[in-house]
């Protein structure tokens, strides 16, 4: 987990093991139905809802949350284009446009609006959103 060996006995949901196991509160439960994206991680690089996901789907797996990413480009843009309001999407968002640049390290507008849109920001900053990934990249 973000970089270190981790168990965990199952029977719980990955949010809930990464929340209240592991105490790390970077994934955020949203709505529970896989629909939202607070609740993103990376699980081998790859980003997915982790609030319906059993814990041991991830076992023997790599799963890094928000915190795991630090430092990453993407924070520092994030912070200069002030793309976060409340703040409450972010962590998911964050993981998400990680994972597209590892895959793609120059995505085109299109690239970064399909990798973001499973995410719902209710603050209405997404234009500052797109405009941090866009700095990150350059």
Same mark, same amino acid.
């Given at each position: 987990?973000?970089?270190?060996? !981790? ?7 990955? %949010?809930?093991? %990464?929340?209240?196991? $592991?105490?790390? +509160?970077?994934?955020?439960?949203? /709505?529970?139905?896989?629909? /939202? ?9 790859? +980003?997915?809802? +982790? ?6 789907? !991830? ?7 928000? @915190? ?8 520092? !843009? $994030? ?6 309001? /409340? ?18 390290? &120059? ?9 973001? @849109?499973?995410? %719902?920001?209710?603050? &209405?900053?997404?234009?500052?959103? %797109? ?6 990249? !350059?």
């Amino acid at each position: 987990m973000n970089g270190r060996p !981790a168990e965990h006995p199952g029977g719980v949901t990955l %949010l809930e093991a %990464l929340r209240s196991d $592991f105490a790390l +509160s970077g994934p955020r439960f949203g /709505c529970g139905q896989e629909q /939202c994206g607070a609740c993103h991680v990376l699980l081998n690089g790859e +980003s997915v809802p +982790s609030c319906a996901l059993p814990v041991e789907a !991830a076992e023997g797996r790599e799963v890094t949350t928000v @915190e795991g990413l630090t430092p990453h480009p993407l924070q520092a !843009a $994030f912070e200069a284009e002030q793309a976060g309001q /409340c703040g409450f999407c972010l962590s998911g968002i964050l993981v998400s446009a990680a994972a597209l640049l590892r895959r793609n390290p &120059g995505p085109d507008e299109a690239a970064i609006r399909a990798a973001l @849109e499973p995410h %719902l920001c209710r603050c &209405g900053v997404q234009n500052r959103i %797109l405009r941090a990934v866009r700095r990150a990249v !350059a």
